[in-house]
């Protein structure tokens, strides 16, 4: 399966909201070599903690939950986001999925199911629910980022200047700029820009002191903290 993937892909947040460990652990290392981010919560109350903490892009919800029934979960869901949902269930019932996609699901896999068609049918959702993808744009302060034309633009003084970003340090300035202040290990970064590479977790400190160095010359100085032995988080330095 190739690993090459688009950036609206690589920069996507997959929730799996599954009890089983060895199901959550196979969705996850599939998803993953599809080169999407993933986070994964066993309980309905921890799922709902990382709807608001991390706001996914997408959620695989497993429908017997051990708290709360999945049902139920995307009813509170939907009561404050319109994040795609993939519901899973080992119930094969017509009724079942009508009321989930009723419920604002949209989509449904029942088990057993084969790991590849659910990446697929994450792509598809994907591609579906945020059509308008592909002319996004991201900004942070003066950073602003645009994810069709795979351009970074900062503002200055003197005007609107273009950074000279290599593919990699587009990706991680994508990621710092979705999630400013949030602090990231240095694996989840190179799991969320370089996914088919092999490097080690401290190839990114080469590429973040790249980035750094191009916004700097962009006017945007101190910005990319390192956080002693956890990683980066993107925010301005205080210089203490």
Do not use: W
């Amino acid at each position: 399966m190739s690993r090459s993937v688009g950036l609206t892909m690589i920069s996507s947040l997959v929730l799996v909201v599954e009890d089983d460990e060895e199901i959550a652990s196979l969705l996850e290392k599939y998803l993953a070599r599809a080169g999407y981010r993933t986070t994964k919560a066993s309980t309905g109350l921890a799922a709902l903690a990382h709807v608001q903490r991390l706001q996914p892009d997408l959620i695989l919800l497993d429908i017997g939950l051990p708290d709360i029934d999945g049902f139920d979960l995307l009813t509170k869901v939907r009561g404050s986001s319109t994040v795609p949902v993939i519901f899973l269930s080992a119930m094969d019932d017509s009724t079942d999925k009508l009321l989930g996609l009723k419920l604002g699901a949209d989509d449904y896999v029942t088990k057993p199911f084969n790991p590849q068609e659910v990446v697929a049918r994450v792509g598809a959702v994907l591609k579906r629910t945020r059509g308008v993808a592909a002319s996004e744009v991201i900004r942070h302060d003066q950073i602003e980022v645009q994810l069709d034309s795979h351009i970074a633009i900062v503002s200055t003084e003197t005007g609107r200047l273009e950074l000279p970003l290599t593919a990699t340090e587009f990706r991680l300035l994508v990621c710092f700029v979705r999630s400013p202040f949030k602090t990231f290990e240095r694996a989840s970064l190179l799991d969320a820009c370089m996914p088919e590479s092999d490097a080690l977790d401290r190839t990114v400190d080469t590429h973040i002191g790249n980035l750094r160095r191009k916004l700097a010359n962009g006017g945007q100085e101190g910005y990319i903290v390192a956080v002693r032995g956890i990683g980066y988080r993107f925010a301005r330095s205080t210089g203490v």
